[in-house]
């Protein structure tokens, strides 16, 4: 055996010797770059570290069946990489918040950037579209906010588009992106349900929770209340809430009708 070079370096080769032994160690560090030898599971891995997404999305996106997706997704999370969560009946993977696993994209990131010099500004491209739409997605729910607490009024688009400085298709697109209806349909349905609650819990006039949820005009109100609940607020006051009982009586007095 040929004698050994220190290189004038003879002071580091007790320690490098000892990590070197560390046999266990090397191999379980050499699985996590295994585990992402494989270019499919590596742009799976990479997808999950930017967006949560469901198999089907996994494999339209790659161009793969889903079965095979599901073969990486289940090698990724055994090596705690990826987690899972299910939101109804659809099951969504992301990153998980390890040191592990944002370590590995980062080297993965810094190597594409590298390597591929288109990368690097295509990446950078995501990140302030995601950004963008945070933001907006963001601004949609003070909009949402805003006008839930401002039932009573009608306020337009045009006003929504300069108070919260967005354009107002855009404002429309996200408002049903977010909530999945349009924002008209959304507030409606708000708007009846106070509705409700008032001819239940109350004993205001039809004419006042009319007024009270953003209508001017009682027959319109009263119209748009019986397409909702297939009757008319009068109706649906004596039929429901604990004070059907007490308004029925307050309305038979006044005709002076007996109880």
Not at 29 to 47: E, G, M, N, P, T
Not at 52 to 73: F, G
Not at 119 to 127: Q, V, Y
Not at 194 to 210: D, G, P, R, V, Y
Request: aromatic share 8%.
């Amino acid at each position: 055996m040929d004698e050994e070079h220190n290189h004038a370096e003879y002071f580091k080769i007790d320690f490098l010797r000892g990590e070197l032994a560390k046999n266990d160690d090397f191999q379980t560090v050499a699985d996590y770059f295994s585990i992402l030898s494989d270019a499919s599971r590596l742009k799976i891995f990479w997808l999950l570290c930017h967006s949560k997404e469901c198999v089907n999305n996994i494999a339209d996106y790659l161009k793969m069946t889903t079965p095979a997706v599901s073969h990486h997704l289940k090698l990724l999370r055994q090596k705690d990489l990826i987690s899972s969560e299910r939101d109804g009946k659809e099951v969504f993977y992301k990153i998980t918040d390890t040191s592990k696993a944002h370590a590995l994209h980062e080297i993965i990131e810094k190597l594409m950037a590298i390597s591929c010099p288109d990368f690097d500004s295509s990446h950078e491209k995501i990140n302030e579209k995601s950004e963008y739409l945070e933001n907006q997605v963001a601004t949609i729910k003070q909009v949402h906010d805003y006008l839930l607490k401002n039932i009573s009024k009608r306020i337009t688009i045009e006003e929504l588009s300069k108070d919260f400085a967005m354009n107002p298709t855009t404002l429309k697109t996200i408002f049903k992106d977010v909530y999945g209806t349009s924002l008209a349909a959304h507030i409606k349905e708000h708007r009846m349900e106070k509705a409700a609650e008032l001819l239940t819990q109350t004993e205001q006039s039809i004419n006042q929770i009319a007024t009270s949820v953003g209508y001017e005009s009682q027959s319109k109100f009263c119209a748009v209340f019986k397409e909702s609940f297939g009757m008319t607020p009068v109706k649906y006051r004596m039929n429901h809430g604990e004070l059907s009982t007490t308004a029925n009586n307050l309305w038979a007095e006044k005709k002076g009708a007996p109880k």
